[in-house]
DNA sequence: TGTTATCTTGACCGAATGGTCCAAAATCCC
DNA sequence: GGGATTTTGGACCATTCGGTCAAGATAACA
């Protein structure tokens, strides 16, 4: 009952990340967020509760998209040259001039003072690793990766490689060398 | 002639760079930095100009000091288990509960749109790299790198591992796993 | 159509922000 | 000791900040 909403919470949540992604959260102003969302701040407040909670609800729904925009995640099929796409995808979206990823940023700005943007970061970076987990156990059963390698060890260096590639790029390391590196790590776990 | 400054501006900067660890540079207040430098806004004005300059000052004193806070740079005498320390340290520093580093928060909410910001976050990367690289030539020289491998590559390998820690430990993943992910890698380069 | 309930818009608020300025203090050089 | 010169500390300023609120708009239900 009553007047309906007007706007797309995914839609909005998603233009809220973009500005929290361009100028983090203290950077980001009221203003910025409305001009992005299209939301007056009544709409906003009513929604979301705060700048806060603006900032939690597009963090959850960025999260819940995948980490870097990228949507992938590793099933029992996946193959290492499946991981090498997905690293792949991460140094060319980390090296093109878009803005940096909004965990990296929360993690950096605020996982020191934030204990609900700590929770939320660390509960995602668990999410990657048991996906990068049950990758490399596929490429273990796959012959691809030998079988006596720890498989939570090796995930946690490919998580380690995405995230180093992501902030390297946005550090103006180019999307080569950063594939190059890629390159160089998944053929070494490999041998 | 004239008055002496009463402060020391090292000292000064590294103070104003714990502010921006723990803040960031929009979530620092100028009430924040005369807190933790002791200097009053006048000072503060007339040694660095603004904010933003005080801001690039700590970033330069922050790099050339070495990054995370270690001093490390290696040199032609560098073995693989130097090499595994640093990132042991890294490993260490980062999940210990303190602030993050100056240079991924630099990153992350300013190098995408301040340009001097950019400038001197890729310059200090491209320096360790380097550094990196001449560990990696002289772990060649020993016999514990394969000869056949690119340096440059696996120089920028070892940084984006280091980096990627940085951001995983302040994310809630442990020292131990940090540790361990770095010993595979530097194995896995051994090989 | 009237009631009820929610949503939207934007004017408005107190507080905090980055920055300025100046009088007092401190040192050097004569 | 007396300029000259610079630093210091903090009062002060205009602006912007995050947030509130009231009045109108919109729809569901009776």
Redesign the pocket.
């Known amino acids: ?7 797309d919470e995914d839609t909005v949540l998603r233009a809220a990340a973009g500005v929290f992604r361009r100028h983090g959260y ?1 950077g ?4 910025d967020l409305t001009e992005a969302t299209g ?5 906003l ?3 979301f509760g ?3 909670g603006l900032y939690l609800a597009a963090l959850d729904a960025y999260a819940s998209r995948g980490a870097t925009g990228l949507e992938r995640t590793f099933d029992a099929s996946a193959s290492l040259a499946d991981v090498r796409d997905y690293l792949v995808e991460i140094a060319v979206a980390s090296s093109d001039g878009s803005p940096s990823c909004l965990l990296t940023g929360a993690t950096a700005e605020r996982a020191g003072n934030d204990e609900p943007v700590a929770r939320r970061v660390a509960d995602t970076f668990a999410g990657l690793a048991a996906s990068f987990q049950v990758a490399v156990r596929a490429a273990q059963e796959r012959g691809e990766v030998p079988a006596d390698a720890a498989p939570e060890v090796l995930a946690d260096l490919l998580l380690t490689l995405a995230r180093g590639m992501e902030v390297l790029g946005h550090a103006g390391v180019t999307g080569e060398r950063l594939v190059a590196a890629a390159d160089a790590a998944v053929a070494a776990i490999a041998a």
Chains 1, 2 share one sequence.
């Open positions: 009952m009553a007047r309906p909403r007007e706007f203290a980001a102003s009221l203003e939301l007056g701040k009544g709409s407040y009513g929604a705060s700048k806060h």
